[in-house]
């Protein structure tokens, strides 16, 4: 592949659009635009075809990679549905959008496409297996090994955050998600007004989750108990992947992996508790290097496949 060659990457989620150009190591130019759930998916694809009339260099692009936040079939580059946006069951985005772009298009799902981000330009490049988990409103999940995406049987995939943590139905996504742990904080203050994490609240203008760290920044005693929770479910299910996938890696991303070595060092500790002692040393968990970017940075990788294959 020539230094030269633009390919274009983007990530179509519930509350955001990012289309970016780059090269195969970097990102040239990265637009975001705000999603309104409500406008439904034909919204979205206008405001994609307006964004690429705003891209730079937009016409020499090779390839387009896609990350969607949803099940898909990757084969055939359809969307199988969106749990946020309506208007894209079974919809042929691949065929739709090199129809309209005359270029190659290849699709997945944003984890996994989170996940090769990682692996090739992030904290995973030096390994050979690498698992991702993406925690953010809801929870995800990609695993790749040797360069390359693992593939379920369509439309399946590594949905940890469906792994049931009970026979009563509870998965790690009812207990984790972000709104879920909104849900914790606004329960334990509810009975607790003269807390910190009450204090804390009332200057908040965003989800509770947002309180979290700086609470915990402070030492909090409550914050530390409400991670506590979260991370005693979080290390059980990422027991599951030792036992399954044996990574070398494992990189948490989305918004609490914000919270950094408040949410590294307890889940370090308490995952040993659900592994057996056979597969110890246990992989390394990290947080993500790519942030907010990682969905385009992946997505721009995936279309490299295309040229490289």
């Known amino acids: 592949m020539q230094p030269n060659t633009k390919l274009a990457g983007i990530e179509i989620g519930g509350t955001k659009l990012q289309i970016c150009v780059g090269g195969p190591e970097s990102i ?23 964004g690429f009339m705003e891209v730079q260099g937009f016409d020499f692009v090779e390839t387009i990679g896609i990350g969607f936040g949803g099940p898909v079939d990757w084969q055939n580059g359809i969307i199988k549905t969106s749990h946020q946006v309506s208007g894209w069951a079974d919809f042929p985005l691949r065929q739709w959008l090199e129809n309209e772009t005359g270029k190659k298009v290849v699709i997945d799902n944003d984890a996994n496409v989170a996940a090769l981000a990682e692996a090739k330009q992030g904290i995973g490049k030096t390994f050979k297996r690498v698992f991702y988990i993406t925690i953010g409103s809801g929870i995800g999940g990609g695993f790749v090994v040797d360069g390359k995406i693992y593939h379920g049987r369509t439309p399946g995939e590594i949905e940890i ?42 200057d908040n203008t965003g989800p509770s989750a947002n309180i979290l760290g700086p609470a915990l920044d402070q030492n909090d005693q409550n914050a530390k108990m409400i991670l506590a929770i979260i991370v005693d479910d979080l290390a059980f299910a990422l027991s599951h992947i030792v036992h399954l996938l044996h990574p070398d890696i494992i990189v948490v991303g989305g918004g609490l992996s914000l919270l950094g070595t408040h949410l590294l060092n307890p889940l370090r500790a308490q995952l040993p508790k659900y592994v057996m002692e056979a597969f110890y040393p246990l992989p390394p968990i990290e947080t993500s290097v790519l942030g907010e970017n990682v969905v385009p940075i992946g997505a721009i990788e995936l279309g490299k496949s295309i040229l490289e294959e």
């Open 28 to 50: 040239l130019q990265l637009l975001r635009f705000p999603i309104r759930p409500n406008d439904g998916a034909e919204a979205i694809r206008k405001q994609m075809m307006k």
């Open 161 to 202: 955050g469906h792994v049931r943590l009970s026979k009563n139905g509870q998965t790690l996504e009812s207990a984790c998600s972000g709104w879920a742990v909104d849900e914790k904080i606004d329960s334990f203050i509810s009975k607790n007004q003269d807390s910190l994490l009450a204090k804390l609240a009332g």
